[in-house]
């Protein structure tokens, strides 16, 4: 079964103790917690630090099966940047040049390329709130196109 884009950098972050370990965590309605990862949108109660994904581009590689995307991913914390530095270091080390294979499901993903830009104005006027901006090019696997 084929993933989006964001549920496979959603699902390598989770996958991952050296980033969810940084970040905060909320639990849900099953009693079972998960790390401050939001796709697109942040939900009202989620607590900083988290990380906010977001597809900027998707399109498809030379091969019919190979998708590709350009996926950003929001390092929001609060105080100084050095703990979001240190999320986007992690970040990087576990994505950059790297396939996977995850889970029962299937999802292959390979990043192939990082790089971020440390200074990204929040979406709130809080100056407090800081942010890192890590772009991750992704291939993937799109065995959705078979039949």
Avoid: W
Wanted: glycine fraction near 6%; hydrophobic fraction near 35%; proline fraction near 5%.
């Amino acid at each position: 079964m084929s993933a989006e884009p964001l549920d496979i950098i959603q699902q390598i972050i989770e996958a991952n103790s050296s980033i969810t370990s940084l970040l905060g965590s909320t639990a849900s309605g099953d009693g079972k917690v998960y790390p401050n990862v939001a796709q697109e949108d942040v939900p009202d109660d989620m607590e900083r630090p988290y990380i906010v994904l977001r597809l900027e581009s998707d399109g498809m590689e030379q091969n019919d099966l190979l998708g590709s995307a350009l996926v950003s991913a929001d390092i929001f914390t609060e105080g100084d940047r050095t703990l979001a530095r240190q999320i986007a270091r992690n970040l990087e080390r576990a994505v950059h040049n790297k396939a996977y294979t995850l889970g029962n499901e299937q999802v292959t993903g390979e990043a192939v390329q990082t790089f971020r830009r440390f200074k990204y104005e929040p979406p709130q006027p809080d100056p407090s709130v800081k942010c890192v901006n890590v772009k991750i090019f992704l291939r993937y696997y799109r065995d959705d196109l078979l039949e």
